[in-house]
């Protein structure tokens, strides 16, 4: 067999290692691209991670210096990461986490061009003079640099930087391979974008079912739902405090909070709100929509005097029937970071349901004072039927029409005893009585009541109208009260020991007026008035 001539093999050699090199490149390129794919696929909601990743295995494929991973918020740049061993210099020397996008600087260029762009030699007059932020970079000893765009839909959202030491310009399939790191860039940063919110508008889903679920079971417990809302959107928001403010006395006070120090809270509750600019309750009264303070020390109209957490962000909520304020729902930051479009919709949400829950418990309570206005006027009613039946059936036995009189304003307001006395000349002796020990009947009867202030008949005499009184002791405070109305002309007082005035005072006025009519019917039996 003829052997091979030596340049022959020296060129099969040469192909050999060639081949073998390509063979390695593609395979590293290949377990790169699987590295980035597996890990964007385990962090669905972290981008930050999946970037770091996607930074260091650019690093250790390309044998670069540094890379940065830039991503553009707005007109700034928002998130940076820095990886290898001259990142630090890098980026102590261009500090493009608080510049705005700058096209003199490599990132911005690229962002703002939306095109890979590359420096072969960082030395180059030409390279220079196109970008002066280039010597930074050469500063730090980048010879060689890349930049390639981050792309969505089209369009440059940051930009893939890559920096070399040594003077090594990268070949087309680098430069393709680095295009292709950016969109997977972009895969990881959409990825984590759609996972959270999808998982933000669950968890939103989750929070209104919660709160409409104890709207339905709680409908007529005001604060259990107003506590719910306030723990919900504090948690979905990320504010570390949540109140809620209402009307009472014509200023507002706070109603629910959740989140709140001691301090805080006591302060809150000490404190009064009424329309102004000076806090975020006071503009949301005054201007009757959403006050949004993202710092409240940089806003010289704020002020609120005696605030134990005079800093951060503030972000008030009108709750609004028909157009009225009838509460404002509050957000607090501890520092000062603005609230997003999505979290205030989300309050306003919130707040709305806080309306829904108020109203119902407004009208559950209309229905039951006049569901209990109709219960005692019917017992009034069959009370005063009652009457009137004795009145007609005893009109000459007065003493009868006492009785029922006594007994049924005694039963109407719910009273624990009663007597009622006719006045005979100048004292006014006890005609009928109710749940009155002996000892107490006689000693009634022994000791007539007076027209004096000593007595409650004699304040009843001296005043001719209805008289509250209340007796007080050492270990009790106003223990009961008493109603009494005098007949004009005064002849008779009635009188019934309770403790609800105001709701006994009606019956005893109209069983005192049937009493009148008793009187008109059997004038006869009473005594003469001198």
């Given at each position: ?8 093999k ?9 081949l073998k090199d ?49 991503i553009?918020?707005g ?82 959202i ?7 030491a ?21 895969i ?65 006070r ?10 805080t ?9 009424v ?32 605030d ?28 000062a ?57 005893s ?49 009634l ?59 006994s ?8 007026d ?17």
């Open positions: 067999m003829t052997a091979l001539p030596p340049d022959v020296a060129d099969l050699r040469e192909e050999n290692a060639r390509e063979l390695r490149t593609v395979r590293d390129r290949q377990t790169a691209t699987s590295e980035i794919l597996h890990t964007i696929a385990g962090t669905s909601g972290d981008a930050e991670r999946a970037l770091q990743r996607i930074a260091e295995i650019t690093e250790r494929l390309f044998s670069a210096s540094s890379v940065s991973l830039h553009a918020d007109e700034r740049w928002g998130r940076t990461i820095w990886v290898g061993v001259a990142s630090a210099r890098i980026a102590a020397a261009i500090p493009l986490a608080h510049v705005a996008v700058n096209p003199q600087f490599m990132p911005g260029a690229v962002c703002l061009e939306n095109r890979q762009v590359h420096v072969a030699d960082t030395d180059d007059p030409t390279a220079k003079a196109r970008w002066p932020g280039l010597a930074p970079a050469r500063a730090a000893g980048t010879r060689t640099m890349s930049g390639t765009p981050l792309r969505r839909e089209g369009h440059a940051g930009a893939l930087i890559v920096h070399r040594r003077l090594a310009p990268f070949t087309e399939d680098e430069l393709a391979l680095l295009q292709s790191f950016a969109d997977q860039a972009v990881a940063i959409e990825n984590a974008r759609l996972f959270n919110e999808t998982r933000e508008a669950l968890e939103r889903q989750t929070a209104t079912a919660d709160v409409l679920k104890v709207i339905s079971r709680s409908a007529f417990d005001l604060q259990a739902v107003l506590d719910t809302l306030v723990e919900s959107a504090g948690r979905l928001c990320e504010a570390e405090e949540g109140t809620i403010f209402q009307p009472r006395d014509g200023v507002y706070l109603s629910a909070a959740r989140g709140l120090s001691p301090e809270r006591e302060f809150l509750l000490g404190h009064s709100f329309p102004g600019k000076e806090t975020t309750i006071g503009r949301v009264l005054l201007e009757g929509r959403t006050a949004h303070v993202p710092d409240v020390q940089a806003d010289p109209n704020y002020r609120l005097s005696g134990p957490n005079p800093t951060g962000a503030r972000l008030g909520i009108p709750l609004l029937r028909q157009g009225v304020p009838i509460g404002v729902f509050v957000l607090a930051r501890r520092n970071r603005p609230f997003t479009d999505k979290q205030i919709e989300l309050v306003q949400t919130f707040a709305d349901q806080a309306v829904i829950a108020i109203e119902n418990t407004r009208l559950f309570d209309e229905v039951q004072t006049r569901t209990r206005d109709l219960t005692e006027s019917l017992r009034q009613q069959t009370a005063t039927a009652d009457v009137l039946k004795v009145i007609s059936r009109a000459f036995d007065l003493q009868a029409v006492f009785d029922t009189l006594l007994s049924s304003a005694v039963a109407l307001i719910g009273a624990s005893g009663g007597s009622l006395c006719v006045r005979e000349g100048d004292v006014f002796p006890f005609r009928a009585t109710v749940n009155s020990s002996p000892e107490f009947v006689r000693y009867a022994d000791h007539p009541a007076t027209a004096n202030r000593q007595s409650i008949t004699g304040r009843v005499r001296a005043r001719s109208k209805l008289s509250p009184t209340c007796s007080r002791t050492a270990n009790t405070r106003c223990p009961c009260s008493s109603t009494m109305k005098s007949i004009a002309p005064v002849s008779a007082c009635l009188c019934c020991e309770t403790k609800r005035w105001r709701a005072s009606y019956s005893c006025e109209r069983n005192l049937l009493l009148s009519r008793a009187r008109l019917n059997s004038s006869r039996l009473l005594p003469t008035r001198p």
